[in-house]
């Protein structure tokens, strides 16, 4: 089973989970979902009316955690550790695994040192290990580990949740790409239909070529014919060759001195 279809059934799981209960109680839904090892999306949940309801609330806290692990990385939650829950060691691997994520959608070639001080990682030996161990074999990234360039060459990433105000710049993108597409099949259909008008007018090209050297052989063939012909009429008048032999005999005339 890929990771696209795990997401779906756990999504399912916590959606079902946070729309029957509210306030604390949604509290434990919320660690438990960001703490799931096999969960990385979690912009479904966030939409619960019942999570939403957290928003200026006591629990309210949890709300921006589950807002951190939806769209944020490690630094960010450095950044602001001291005005949420305390992670535990699942969570914190999660949110580092889903630091990769952000950083592959940004570049696929990601440098060893980037990655280490992103992750909070002190050698390369344990930035490849956490790499393939808790990202490959995960299935949530693909890619080759060049130690020569000390970089991480990211093949396939799984996506993130569209963070606020992404939708319309990915909308507006999409729709540039659509309008280039569409540019690009005119573009195409003009070609091609220039290549037909050029074949049309090859074979036209040839078959007038092709009429003009069958005239120019009958017109050579008559002539020769014409030719062969004329030579036979000659030939054939009488008197018109003498004879050789005739010719050797008959006697010499004489020719008489001059004076």
Not at 3 to 23: C, M, N, P, R, W
Not at 45 to 54: A, F, G, H, K, R
Request: proline content about 3%; charged content about 30%.
């Amino acid at each position: 089973m890929d990771i696209e279809q795990k997401q779906v059934e756990h999504i399912d799981y916590f959606v079902k989970q946070a729309s029957t209960l509210k306030g604390s109680a949604l509290t434990n839904v919320i660690v438990e979902a960001t703490s799931h090892p096999s969960l990385f999306a979690f912009s479904e949940i966030l939409s619960v009316p019942n999570v939403v309801e957290l928003e200026g609330t006591e629990n309210s806290v949890y709300l921006d955690l589950l807002r951190l692990f939806a769209h944020g990385t490690w630094s960010d939650y450095k950044s602001i550790a001291g005005h949420l829950p305390q992670l535990v060691p699942d969570q914190v691997l999660k949110l580092k695994q889903l630091t990769v994520l952000t950083l592959a959608d940004i570049s696929k070639e990601l440098p060893y040192d980037q990655l280490m001080q992103e992750l909070d990682v002190t050698n390369v030996r344990e930035l490849e290990d956490f790499l393939i161990n808790e990202c490959m074999y995960v299935g949530i990234v693909r890619g080759k580990l060049d130690q020569l360039k000390r970089c991480f060459e990211v093949q396939f990433a799984a996506g993130r949740d569209l963070r606020p105000g992404q939708l319309g710049n990915m909308l507006q993108t999409l729709t540039d790409w659509l309008t280039t597409s569409d540019y690009l099949l005119v573009s195409i259909q003009e070609k091609i239909k220039w290549a037909d008008t050029m074949s049309e007018l090859d074979k036209k090209h040839r078959k007038e070529v092709e009429e003009r050297v069958d005239e120019v052989k009958k017109s050579l063939s008559l002539k020769a014919d014409v030719d062969f012909r004329g030579h036979e009429e000659i030939y054939s008048e009488s008197g018109g060759v003498m004879d050789y032999e005739e010719d050797r005999g008959r006697p010499k005339r004489r020719r008489h001195p001059i004076g």
